[in-house]
T-cell receptor, first 113, second 115 residues
Framework: DTGVSQNPRHKITKRGQNVTFRCDPI?????LYWYRQTLGQGPEFLTY????????KSRLLSDRFSAERPKGSFSTLEIQRTEQGDSAMYLC???????????FGPGTRLTVL | AQSVAQPEDQVNVAEGNPLTVKCTYS??????LFWYVQYPNRGLQFLLK??????LVKGSYGFEAEFNKSQTSFHLKKPSALVSDSALYFC?????????????FGPGTRLSVLP
């Protein structure tokens, strides 16, 4: 158990709909990351938070994607007007301390029909 | 920018035999190196990391990895493979002191341990 939970585990939606995923790390006041992983590939960085501040966003994160981490605890990732290319596993990870390993949640698998 | 290469998409090994999963990396400074394992429909599980010190790092489930600075490699090894080790393995690298996009994963190697 990595102490990171993600909900929902699976989401099937129709193209054009909005979806929101949630990540709950075990503790606050640390770094929280979102990644996207497509089949057979390694995770690709999307964005990360230091406490409640979103410090960095990947070019992969189009304007349709938004992430929040109110109060430095849980985080949400919203995708607006979903496209079939958004179908992927969305992984959340948290990290404590300095240059330590990241602990991953089980992921949310999104399928856009 | 950091990069990670895992030259083998697939590694097959017989149960009980030693296994090696290869990883080479590129960073501008000193690297932090990690190995993760992923089972079907699951998130990534941390196996081991190299920061400083001994070049041979021991991790979970009997895995170990050897850091070789001159060859910029960090190969994952296990003396005796188990069928339950069959999974997807990812090498990752971070440039010391950096966060965010500087944590970069390789494309993964699928390990199949045959009974």
């Amino acid at each position: 158990d990595t102490g990171v939970s993600q909900n929902p585990r699976h989401k099937i939606t129709k193209r054009g709909q909005n979806v929101t995923f949630r990540c709950d790390p075990i503790s606050e006041h640390n770094r929280l990351y979102w990644y996207r992983q497509t089949l057979g590939q390694g995770p690709e960085f999307l964005t990360y938070f230091q406490n409640e501040a979103q410090l960095e966003k990947s070019r992969l994160l189009s304007d349709r994607f938004s992430a929040e981490r109110p109060k430095g605890s849980f985080s949400t990732l919203e995708i607006q007007r979903t496209e079939q290319g958004d179908s992927a596993m969305y992984l959340c990870a948290h990290e404590r301390g300095i240059n330590n390993e990241q602990f991953f949640g089980p992921g949310t698998r999104l399928t856009v029909l | 920018a950091q990069s990670v290469a895992q030259p083998e998409d697939q590694v097959n090994v017989a149960e009980g035999n030693p296994l090696t999963v290869k990883c080479t990396y590129s960073v501008s400074g000193n690297p932090y190196l990690f190995w993760y394992v992923q089972y079907p429909n699951r998130g990534l599980q941390f196996l081991l990391k190299y920061i400083t010190g001994d070049n041979l790092v021991k991790g979970s489930y009997g895995f170990e990895a050897e850091f070789n600075k001159s060859q910029t490699s960090f190969h994952l090894k296990k003396p005796s493979a188990l069928v339950s080790d069959s999974a997807l393995y990812f090498c990752a690298v971070r440039d010391i002191g950096n966060y965010g996009q500087n944590f970069v994963f390789g494309p993964g190697t699928r390990l199949s341990v045959l009974p």
